[in-house]
């Protein structure tokens, strides 16, 4: 079961509370899974290859938990359910093409390229305000 830190707790470090929620070997990829959109029980277990049905049973009621995806019932006698991400679900997506494209790299694979000119694509942070990329790197963050 997935635990969760109270962001009441001194220091509060968001990185140790999303892992806390996420850093788990199967629940990114649940997500990933369901980021093309909802899903039943045995379409997730097909697409998470290799997770056994009660670890997919308790990983599916942590995220509902969580808030990051809904489970509605499509039969009622027995219950079945279809899963699907909430709008927070929904925003890992970037984590989750982060983490894919840091893996990439590293193997030597060919990174995501962008449909319509073929370049290939780069995650960077963005201030809005500023409207500029920011170098996390040299430039001064801090989290609001």
Known sequence: MLATMDASQEPFKPLAVSLDLLGDRWTLLIVNALLGGPKRFG???QDVDGIAPNILTQRLRDL???GLLLAVPYSHRPV???YSLTGAGSQLHTVIDALTEWSIGRSGGEPVAHQACGTALELRSWC???ERIIDVATDELHHL
Request: net charge negative.
């Open 43 to 45: 379409d997730l277990q």
């Open 64 to 66: 509902e938990a969580h």
């Open 80 to 82: 079945r359910l279809t």
């Open 128 to 130: 809005p305000t500023c």
